[in-house]
Nanobody, 117 residues
Framework: QVQLVESGGGLVQAGGSLRLSCAAS????????MGWYRQARGKQRELVAD???????NYADSVKGRFTISRDNGENTVYLQMHSLKPEDTAVYYC???????????WGQGTQVTVSS
């Protein structure tokens, strides 16, 4: 059974830090892109950051300079280090892995991040 296991969410005060992890297993395609998306209440899901197997990264403008995405290809794990968190970062964060063409992808179950002011 395909699995994306996310961890690291929680409650933090504004200005604090959190680190999200997502481990992929039993994925039936070659993973190229690993990324994090988020969905705040009443809003659409949006890309936070993604990273290719070769290490190319892409960030939403709202998190540039505060969040860092990284991955361990050998462990099929992706991380999101979040610093200087703001209340507007509050959302459910979802891990996603996809092949190079993004035709095949798998979503994690989501982990809640809540930033209090």
């Amino acid at each position: 059974q395909v699995q994306l296991v996310e961890s690291g969410g929680g409650l933090v005060q504004a200005g604090g830090s959190l680190r999200l992890s997502c481990a992929a297993s039993r994925i039936m395609f070659s993973i190229n892109v690993m990324g994090w998306y988020r969905q705040a209440r009443g809003k659409q899901r949006e890309l936070v950051a993604d990273i290719t197997r070769s290490g190319s990264t892409n960030y939403a403008d709202s998190v540039k300079g505060r969040f860092t995405i990284s991955r361990d290809n050998g462990e099929n794990t992706v991380y999101l280090q979040m610093h200087s968190l703001k209340p507007e970062d509050t959302a459910v964060y979802y891990c996603n892995v996809a092949d190079a063409s993004r035709v095949f992808s798998v979503w994690g179950q989501g982990t809640q991040v809540t930033v209090s002011s």
